[in-house]
């Protein structure tokens, strides 16, 4: 109808619709060549194939304090992903997070993990065998934290 030169408000009442609903469809027209309406929702593609979560568990491994910017920025340098691939800061902490850092509740034999997840373990911090009380009043020290041995004061 508004090739053969008829007005949107015309059209509108016409098929009793909206002139906001003519403009909408006819702006999409114009811009897509479709009147068909874009997809709402769905899943993004996903970006951090095993590959890449192996990757970043590996560079995990090597360097534990190693930031997730750092991780990405050494995904683009090697060649891992380009910059239209690689996952974001955030992805990669999530990563880290659910298929790399092992959570407190499995064993470390790695029973119970899903395909693909890694298990990365940790060191331990044990506290002191014999805590006791400081200035402050408080059961721990940072020596017994950090598990350095102390000279039994009792």
């Not at 408000?9 to 609903?21: E, T, Y």
């Amino acid at each position: 109808m508004a090739h053969q030169g008829v007005r949107p408000c015309d059209i509108s009442r016409q098929l009793r619709v909206s002139h906001g609903c003519v403009s909408k469809i006819l702006g999409r027209y114009y811009e897509t060549g479709s009147i068909k309406p874009g997809v709402i929702g769905g899943s993004k593609p996903k970006v951090a194939t095993p590959k890449v979560v192996e990757k970043i568990a590996d560079y995990k491994r090597q360097n534990p304090t190693m930031f997730a910017w750092e991780i990405r920025d050494r995904l683009l340098a090697e060649g891992v992903c380009d910059s239209d691939t690689v996952p974001s800061v955030s992805s990669i902490n999530r990563i880290i997070r659910t298929k790399v850092q092992q959570p407190f509740n499995l064993p470390l034999d790695g029973k119970g993990l899903s395909p693909g997840q890694t298990l990365i373990p940790s060191s331990a911090v044990t506290p002191p065998e014999s805590p006791h009380s400081d200035s402050l009043g408080s059961t721990y020290t940072i020596n017994g934290l950090l598990g350095i041995p102390q000279p039994n004061t009792e």
